[in-house]
């Protein structure tokens, strides 16, 4: 039996992967997604969104697996209802915060249900809302929020910096948190017990699924801890050459029906 003849989930990132740009699926995406469920092969997202931000794809796929959000730090099911949760160190997140402001990059804070930011004019504040589809709370000081945090982002249009804002928060969090590059633009900080590969153990348990009969698809350097954490992995062809480079196949582009060609050659057709 070949690895994709194994398959029983596949596991996909969200933006970049399963929607176009203007954040809509094509009917070649829901068909595949839907030969999926009559294989009998369960389907399940994950995304640095939060769960409210991956709520317009729950009627269009008919999602029954739980879904994780913030890479990880909370999964839901598919009426939003709580199912586990990673929540930040407080003195873990004041220092993730601190480094953030310091790199010269604006900081957001997800807490619980609530996207906690300072300047509604920042930064891809407006692209944001447009794609998580709810309005973030505008506050004086973010520390109202790091409590209960569950993901800290830093933002900026400047690569190179946020490059290096990356590079700190590694060096200086190391292990007490993980530190992941979900968009040029952003950089997600987390519990350490979240992020896309721990996404793949959890669904493993919670669907009780080996992880080598997962199949994982993505597009960003996130998306190669659930890579490695997986039986087969599948990169789409707009991700950079690092991440092509960690799969074990590269489908076409998300703009030319990438998802809906892997799942088709993959896992549907059987053929490697």
């Not at 640095?48 to 269009?60: D, H, K, N, S, T």
């Not at 996207?115 to 709810?134: G, N, S």
């Not at 945090?149 to 590079?167: L, M, N, P, Q, Y």
Request: glycine letters at 8%; a negative charge; one cysteine or more.
């Amino acid at each position: 039996m070949s690895d994709t003849h194994r398959i029983r989930l596949v596991l996909a990132d969200v933006d970049g992967t399963l929607v176009l740009p203007d954040k809509t699926i094509t009917e070649r995406a829901r068909a595949a997604v839907r030969r999926l469920d009559e294989a009998g092969i369960a389907f399940a997202v994950t995304s640095g969104r939060p769960p409210r931000g991956m709520a317009m794809l729950v009627e269009p796929l008919a999602l029954t697996t739980p879904i994780g959000g913030f890479n990880g730090a909370l999964f839901v099911k598919p009426d939003m209802t709580i199912i586990e949760e990673h929540v930040f160190d407080l003195e873990c997140a004041e220092e993730a915060i601190e480094i953030v402001l310091q790199s010269g990059l604006d900081a957001w804070v997800y807490a619980g249900a609530d996207w906690l930011i300072r300047d509604p004019k920042a930064p891809h504040v407006e692209h944001e809302q447009w794609v998580v589809k709810f309005a973030p709370k505008i506050v004086v000081d973010l520390g109202a929020g790091l409590d209960h945090a569950v993901k800290i982002t830093g933002v900026s249009d400047d690569h190179d910096k946020v490059a290096r804002c990356e590079a700190a928060l590694r060096d200086q969090l190391g292990t007490r948190a993980s530190v992941v590059r979900s968009q040029p633009y952003y950089i997600d900080v987390t519990h350490p017990d979240a992020n896309k590969g721990v996404v793949v153990g959890t669904l493993s348990k919670l669907l009780s699924v080996a992880p080598d009969r997962i199949l994982t698809i993505g597009d960003m350097p996130s998306d190669t801890l659930m890579f490695a954490k997986s039986g087969i992995s599948v990169a789409m062809g707009n991700a950079e050459d690092e991440v092509k480079a960690r799969a074990k196949f590269v489908t076409d582009s998300y703009e030319n029906e990438g998802f809906a060609k892997a799942m088709e050659k993959y896992v549907l057709g059987g053929g490697a």
